[in-house]
């Protein structure tokens, strides 16, 4: 039967979905407009989750990074150093030989990194 489920599990589903796909990195608004991208609004979506359901996101950021593209697990990550910063620092070990590239944004500044770049630099600032 349709419609079966809580709202915010359907949210939380999809927001991890779009995280799967994510072709793109940016935490904030990008662009002159600073606008928001929904792959950020969908990482947005699964953070405002964490309080109130770690165990359920924690399940949706494990789907990410076993499934997920390369800015997909990035996300996953950086959100798992939120609920479980052992099991983030394993994840960023594990990902720091991808040389898979993806696009980065900061402001309106776009770049691109490797998955590999990028989790090296997480494990260093931490």
């Known amino acids: 039967m349709f419609g079966i489920g809580k709202k915010w599990e359907r949210d939380l589903d999809a927001a991890a979905d779009e995280l799967v796909a994510a072709d ?3 935490f ?3 662009g002159f407009a600073g606008t928001l991208l ?3 609004e969908a990482y947005n979506r699964v953070e405002a989750a964490l ?3 770690p165990e359920e ?3 949706r950021l494990d789907r990410v990074l076993a499934e997920g ?3 997909g697990r990035a996300y996953a990550a950086t959100l798992l150093e939120r609920i479980d910063p052992t099991a983030a620092r394993a994840a960023w070990t594990s990902l720091r030989d991808d040389p898979t590239e993806f696009t980065t944004f900061v402001g309106c500044v776009m770049g691109r990194s ?3 770049e990028y989790a090296a630099q997480r494990l260093a600032a931490a």
């Open 38 to 40: 929904p792959v950020t």
């Open 28 to 30: 904030g608004g990008v």
């Open 24 to 26: 793109t990195l940016a």
């Open 114 to 116: 490797t998955l590999g």
């Open 57 to 59: 996101v924690r399940e």
């Open 51 to 53: 309080d109130d359901h």
């Open 69 to 71: 593209s390369p800015a």
